[in-house]
């Protein structure tokens, strides 16, 4: 396991982030270019060796309630791996991380276009907008209403 030094030592590399002192002797590093409300990469990092960074917005981490990872057991390659995701996934919108632009084609060889944007998911006849929805599966099912299949 890390000391608080070392943990202190790998994060401060992080240039883009500012270290706040908070209670306890714990410390908490923000990211103030981040596109979301959230800001804290590091949470109460404490002098025992214990903290938590911020992977809500990244997959393939288990995570608590609030979006965050326990780091207590991190090596040094864990913690500069899970704070240089951490500060990517703040720094990039939904649309950005994981693009969507899918062609839909009906029988009479009409096509319409799928593509995630930043609020949401938009089925465009050329550049009219034929629909706005909150998730992919809403636009699916429109589309597969109107009878239209993925291509």
């Known amino acids: 396991m890390l000391t608080f030094e070392e943990k202190i030592a ?3 590399e992080f240039g883009e982030l500012t270290k706040k002192e908070v209670s306890l002797g714990r410390v908490n590093f923000h ?9 804290n990469v590091v949470y109460h990092l404490h ?8 992977a809500g917005e990244i997959e393939d981490y ?4 609030r979006g965050m990872v ?8 864990e913690l500069r791996n899970i704070v240089r995701k951490a500060i990517d996934s703040l720094s990039s919108t939904p649309a ?9 084609m009906n029988d009479g060889d009409f096509s319409l276009f799928l593509m995630r944007e930043d609020d949401g998911y938009h ?3 050329g550049e009219d907008l034929e629909g706005a929805f909150n998730s992919y599966e ?3 099912n429109f589309l597969e209403e109107e009878g239209f299949s993925r291509i």
């Open 31 to 39: 990211y103030e270019e981040s596109l979301y409300d959230k800001k």
């Open 47 to 54: 002098p025992n060796g214990n903290g938590f960074v911020y």
């Open 62 to 65: 288990p995570t608590d309630d």
């Open 70 to 77: 326990n780091i207590r057991d991190f090596s040094g390659d």
């Open 138 to 140: 809403e636009a699916a």
């Open 96 to 104: 950005e991380k994981n693009p969507v632009f899918e062609e839909w």
């Open 10 to 12: 790998i994060i401060e």
């Open 123 to 125: 089925v465009y006849a």
